[in-house]
């Protein structure tokens, strides 16, 4: 999709004047709710059709324009606040396709009499306004968009937002504006605390950023990110200040110069801003931004094009609602409107229960979505969600898929009630229901097959010739009940079952044996604990060194391993004493505990830094090291798992996606669009014989 310009969005076509009032009634009711909670009865691009709708009526019938009509109004004329703003906080008008940009870009050429040579391409971030004021470099107020004259005080939140330090690098008095909003990590972060403190979640990322720039007594603090598009002198201001430069300076430098003060902007992104010296050249960057759009790991609606030039933008001004010097190019919304036909309720690997939407298949953001999650039975009746129902949905980038809300107003009356499991849908036994999440209360056992099929997978304990209907029949004859009991398997138990001669046994019992020798991060894997995966088994392997010193953290040692967060270190203490038996099991038939090579995490407590010292000396300590394409050489033969594993032997940190941290790109034969983003970025790209070199100790 995102190779195709996006098709223009069509009007809503209004008949009448009744048509017209309530067409402007309804982006009323819209505009409010999506910049009050962020929840909205219309996607984004029924809101744009309808808008245009109401333009269109408007142009024709002057006389008939409501006083409430949303047009000419920043948000709608939806919000508004008490700070008054020093300078207008205005909208963007908005095009929708290449020929939409080219009628702009003549028309603003043609208004200033002269061509434009330097236009700025940068994305249209999906969050919310606001603006960052520091006085002689200190932060000292936030304050929301508003009514584009006047926002609300949000100083709250100061210290909550990375992109936006405290202090400056200098001490200057100016006004940064930007986009507040939820990275995909800070948003299920989010959602995971929000869960754990009430059983709910929030829709979408931008609805979270809207609600937590607002909350002021939440007993949980979820983190939001920054990025500047904009900055001005604050008055009053002294004149010598250095901050006046920037009436004069053309965009790309301003942008230049809040990075240099510390402030986050898109340029350490793979879709920074440029400068493009003609059109062509923007509509190919609008391309590369729209077909990176999927990979980010923030949410975007659109690309932002504006003359870059002071001089440009001082001669084309501002019409009431926004500037003539900028546009932004819209990109199909992440959020659309479809239908669910069924709910299925899924058994997990841990025993949980959770429901799953069947939709109507709808394109969004570059791909067919027919299911999408549904969180949890209460999540199901908080919604008021029926069969048959018109939903909102979501999904952008890395997040998975999420039904938002019904929207009620398309109800025809067949809806009918979602019912919901009696006894759990894989094994018929009873349900646990007391806490949100529903669970068999056969637990991990109702799951048996899966737990074992994954312990004895390739990237886990990686137990050769154990199929799935081996161990089905495993678990039939009863000889085992979890993963464990395949350490103790006999020679005379293998040779009772069918179609399992000696020779077959022998190769299995050998393969057993091996395994026992895995290193911990494996078999901590294996474990098949909430949230961590492979990757996080091996920084948790590595933190602590042994399965006795994991045993033996508390929830702050744990939240000490990179990315383990106040949520997942409480679910991993859980699930850790749930798994008890089963680990006990694993040691007392002589699996190894323990990780080749780690710093044990009793060191780092007691602040020994022989360990960092170690780490140090190791060939990619603190690297970023991403791995993409067919490996070729000495890495021929490895997994990407085992790629990644070889990374952090040799200290670095395996990624699967190149960002500006990427400090290295493995490339190997047929490397796409990693290797593309990672030219873009200027990050180090190697072959694979010069890695299998760097790291041939730890091969
Ligand atoms: S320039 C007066 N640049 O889009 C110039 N806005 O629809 C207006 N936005 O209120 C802002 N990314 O919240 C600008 N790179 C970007 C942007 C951006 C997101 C938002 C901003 C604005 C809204 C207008």
């Known amino acids: 999709m995102n190779d195709a310009p996006p098709a223009p ?22 505009a409010a709710a999506y910049y009050g909670d962020g929840t909205s009865p219309l996607d984004d691009d029924a809101y744009d059709r309808l808008v245009r709708g109401i333009e269109a009526y408007e142009a024709d019938h002057p006389e008939q324009v409501l006083p409430d ?45 002269r061509e434009i040579t330097a236009w700025s391409v940068e994305p249209k971030l999906d969050g919310l306004a606001i603006s960052a004021r520091y006085r002689r470099g200190r932060l000292v107020q936030l304050v929301t968009r508003g009514d584009g ?68 007594d939440r007993a949980y603090t979820c983190e939001l990110t920054f990025f500047g598009y904009g900055a001005l002198p604050l008055p009053p201001g002294d004149a010598s200040e250095p901050a006046q430069r920037l009436r004069t300076l053309p965009h790309s430098q301003i942008m230049d110069q809040v990075a240099a003060w510390g402030v986050a902007t898109t340029a350490a992104t793979p879709v920074a801003g440029i400068v493009a010296a003609t059109v062509q050249e923007v509509q190919a960057r609008i391309e590369q931004i729209a077909e990176a759009r999927a990979s980010l790991p923030f949410g975007i609606d659109g690309i932002v094009v504006k003359a870059d030039l002071a001089d440009d ?33 899924n058994v997990g690997r841990t025993g949980i229960i959770a429901p799953r939407a069947v939709l109507k298949p709808v394109e969004i953001d570059g791909s067919v979505v027919s299911f999408a999650t549904l969180h949890n039975a209460a999540d199901i009746a908080r919604r008021g969600l029926l069969l048959g129902d018109h939903v909102t949905v979501y999904k952008a980038g890395d997040i998975i898929p999420r039904v938002e809300a019904p929207v009620v107003h398309l109800r025809t009356g067949d809806e009918q009630p979602i019912a919901v499991p009696q006894v759990c849908p894989n094994c018929g036994d009873a349900i646990d229901t007391s806490q949100e999440r529903w669970r068999c209360v056969r637990g991990r056992a109702c799951r048996a097959l899966a737990s074992i099929v994954y312990a004895a997978g390739r990237d886990q304990l990686d137990v050769e010739g154990l199929a799935q209907n081996r161990v089905q029949q495993l678990l039939d004859a009863k000889f085992i009940t979890d993963f464990a009991d395949l350490f103790t398997l006999t020679r005379e138990q293998l040779l009772s079952l069918e179609r399992m001669g000696a020779a077959n046994t022998d190769k299995l019992l050998a393969a057993i044996e091996t395994v026992k020798t895995r290193p911990l991060s494996r078999v901590f894997c294996a474990l098949g604990i909430r949230g961590t995966g492979r990757s996080m088994s091996r920084r948790i392997a590595r933190h602590f060194g042994s399965m006795e010193a994991i045993m033996a953290a508390d929830a702050e040692a744990i939240q000490a391993v990179d990315g383990m967060g106040t949520e997942k270190a409480k679910l991993m203490l859980e ?35 022989s360990g960092d010292a170690a780490a140090t000396a190791l060939p990619l300590a603190g690297m970023s090291v991403v791995a993409t394409g067919t490996m070729t050489g000495p890495l021929a033969e490895l997994s990407r798992n085992q790629v990644n594993e070889l990374i ?52």
């Open 149 to 216: 004259v006047a926002g609300e005080d949000v100083s709250h939140a100061m210290g909550t937002v990375v992109g936006l330090p405290d202090a400056l690098t200098e001490p200057v008095t100016v006004e940064i504006r930007g986009e507040v909003m939820m990275t995909a990590a800070q948003f299920e972060s989010a959602c995971e605390k929000r869960r754990a403190h009430d059983g709910t979640t929030f829709s979408n990322p931008r609805s979270a950023a809207a609600g937590t720039l607002r909350a002021q």
């Open 9 to 30: 969005a069509p009007v809503t076509v209004l008949a009448d004047q009744a048509a017209y009032a309530a067409a402007v009634q309804l982006a009323v009711d819209a």
């Open 575 to 609: 699930e850790l004493a749930e798994v008890r038996p089963l680990i006990d099991k694993l040691i007392a038939a002589g699996v190894n505990m323990t990780e080749p090579g780690a710093t044990t995490a009793t060191a780092v407590a007691d602040g020994d830094s």
């Open 69 to 113: 009509s949303p047009t000419g109004k920043v948000a709608g004329g939806a919000v508004s606040g008490d700070v008054p703003h020093t300078v207008p906080m205005l909208s963007l008008d908005n095009v929708f396709d290449a020929a939409g940009l080219e009628r702009w870009a003549a028309g603003l050429e043609r208004r200033l009499g």
């Open 648 to 699: 952090e032997r040799a200290g670095g940190k395996a990624s699967s996606s190149v960002s500006a941290k990427t400090a290295l790109l493995v490339a190997g034969e047929k490397a796409g669009s990693k290797k593309t983003k990672a030219e873009d970025l200027g990050v180090r790209i190697i072959t694979p014989d010069e890695f299998a070199a760097m790291v041939s100790d730890f091969l």
């Open 313 to 345: 933008q001082n001669a084309a001004g501002f019409s009431s609602r926004a500037p003539r010097w900028a546009i932004a190019y819209k990109l199909p919304a992440t959020e659309k409107i479809t239908q669910l036909i069924a709910v299925e309720w």
